[in-house]
């Protein structure tokens, strides 16, 4: 709890502005309201100025703080439908399709941070990671060499003595179905990043696999050994070890038993899962067993913070991420 705590003050020291996309829904609505209170950033809320003002009085959240934008009447319109044209006129995007799209907030919000009138966004509790990321990818895109677009969870497990006193970054839970070796590798790169820049910790990541050091041969672990060896090779100052178990990862007696001479099986913090099957289950079982926090998903690769939320988030998870976004936002500037 105190890596949020720190996340949380380092937001309020110098407060960014947060488009929340989902101006209506109503448990983003409340964070609005808490995060507006705690001075964790300043909120922009899109949609309709009479559908939300509304939905604050029937949930009696105090918004007076917050910026309400309606996409459709707003003077900035035709202009992002002019540049989301100029942006996609070579996928086949007219300017006719342009207007249609900016109407969209996902495609409004992201044009806001992508023209700096805004410094990061979040949705994502009503709309899915698909429709929010294709909506990123488009406009604000992936940052200067980076290969991939991927996100992770910080996973807070209460009474766990493994990863960082029960911190964990769990990663890619959300993005990339199916990563060949070279984009696992990257994932587990990005991720190591995260977790020292975001978390303050000292990354010790684990290319997780159903085999420990060639326990197993199949093509699936190959894939897992060949982007441990990638991402060594990409960062050779990161602690990074493959292939591991996830007993193996975590737990010190097993680690000396499966892995022994690593320095990071039995001590992983930083868990790289081999694909999205097993990566978005992994989480969710993690979230709901062991009655863990799970905040995120946090996008890392992209050249501006906008953040996705689980459809199942609650308004804590949305004032969590919406603090995460705003520190990513003033690591940009
Ligand atoms: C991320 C996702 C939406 C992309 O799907 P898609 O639209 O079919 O992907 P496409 O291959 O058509 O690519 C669309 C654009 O996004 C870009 N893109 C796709 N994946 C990317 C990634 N990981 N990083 C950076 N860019 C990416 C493509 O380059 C392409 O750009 P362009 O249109 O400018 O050429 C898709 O991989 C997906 O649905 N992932 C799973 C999300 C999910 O359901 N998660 C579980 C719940 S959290
Ligand atoms: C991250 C995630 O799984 O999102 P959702 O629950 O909305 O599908």
New binding site residues.
Partial sequence: MEILKGIIEKAKSDRRKIVLAEGTEPRTVKAAEMIIKDGIAEIILLGNKDEIKSKAKELNADIEGAEIIDPISSPLFESYAKRYYELRKN?GVDLNKAYEIIKNPLYFGCMMVQNDDADGMVAGAIN???DL??AA??II??APNIS????AFIMIVPDCGYGSDGVFLFAD?????NPNAE?LASIAVASAKTASTLLGIEPRVAMLSFSTKGSAQHELVDKVVNATRIAKEMAPEILIDGELQADAAMVPSVASLKSPGSKVAGSANVLIFPD?QSG?IGYKLVQRLAKAQAIG?ISQ?LNKPIN?L?RGCSTEDIYNVVAITAVQAQANK
Avoid at 173 to 177: L, M, T, V
């Fill in positions: 996928k899915t990671t698909a990321l294709r990818f488009q895109k992936t991939i677009v991927s996100s839970c959300a993005i990339n179905p984009e999205l978005n998903p690769g996705d689980s």
